[in-house]
Nanobody, 128 residues
Framework: QVQLAESGGGLVQAGDSLRLSCAVPGRTFSDYAMGWFRQAPGKEREFVAA????????YYADSVEGRFTISRDNAKNTVYLQMNTLKPEDTAVYSC??????WGSGLSLAQGSAYRYWGQGTQITVSS
């Protein structure tokens, strides 16, 4: 079992920025693509962004493209989510997860079932 740990959540105002971090223990972190998902109260879990093992290939949900940036530092075993121009509709619990297949394998990056080992999540609340 791999324990992922998200941090960086909080209460912000619309238009503000936040950066989330997800620490991943283990020496094989750089082998895996990583993803961020979010879940708002009463809603289904939603894909946010994914990054390949090499940090160059990324993929975003339409709702965050241009505002959020996913990145990773393999030396620190950490994946980040920089969130700019936050909106009230971004309010959710944000979780990171390890993609279970090689990037480009055809397994949908936007499906939660394509990931294993999830963190507990961190709450983001954006006030208007």
């Amino acid at each position: 079992q791999v324990q992922l740990a998200e941090s960086g959540g909080g209460l912000v105002q619309a238009g503000d920025s936040l950066r989330l971090s997800c620490a991943v223990p283990g020496r094989t972190f750089s082998d895996y693509a990583m993803g961020w998902f979010r879940q708002a109260p009463g809603k289904e879990r939603e894909f946010v962004a994914a990054v390949a093992w090499n940090a160059y290939n990324t993929y975003y949900a339409d709702s965050v493209e241009g505002r959020f940036t996913i990145s990773r530092d393999n030396a620190k075993n950490t994946v980040y989510l920089q969130m700019n121009t936050l909106k009230p509709e971004d309010t959710a619990v944000y979780s990171c997860a390890i993609y279970r297949a090689p990037w480009g394998s055809g397994l949908s990056l936007a499906q939660g079932s394509a990931y294993r080992y999830w963190g507990q999540g961190t709450q983001i609340t954006v006030s208007s």
